[in-house]
Nanobody, 119 residues
Framework: QVQLVESGGGLVQPGGSLRLSCAASGSTFRINAMGWYRQAPGNQREWGAVITSGGSTNYADPVKGRFTISRDNAKNTVYLQMTRLKPEDTAVYYC?????????????WGQGTQVTVSS
């Protein structure tokens, strides 16, 4: 009922910047929060950032001060602006959305987009 499509990943140099996009479609009116996770090979998927329907944001310590999550409600799109990138930021980045169906909550996931930070 909610579909998420991510884009914007690629290869960047250490210290560089990149902006990821996540476009939501379907029953977007049901979404009350969206976030970004990342997973490197052999590692657990870790939470990075979240933005609520009210506009509140929160960040994990490894990205705090460097990454910014934002949204464009008219476009049903959430962004992750990444700056001062480090090699350890290399991972597949996933967008997710929490949606309400009546009193039931469900989490939707995007397909992921690869970010590689290397010189």
């Amino acid at each position: 009922q909610v579909q998420l499509v991510e884009s914007g990943g690629g290869l960047v140099q250490p210290g560089g910047s990149l902006r990821l996009s996540c476009a939501a479609s379907g029953s977007t009116f049901r979404i009350n929060a969206m976030g970004w996770y990342r997973q490197a090979p052999g590692n657990q998927r870790e939470w990075g950032a979240v933005i609520t329907s009210g506009g509140s944001t929160n960040y994990a310590d490894p990205v705090k001060g460097r990454f910014t999550i934002s949204r464009d409600n008219a476009k049903n799109t959430v962004y992750l602006q990444m700056t001062r990138l480090k090699p350890e930021d290399t991972a597949v980045y996933y967008c997710n959305a929490n949606a309400l169906y009546g009193s039931t909550s469900y989490t939707h996931w995007g397909q992921g987009t690869q970010v590689t930070v290397s010189s």
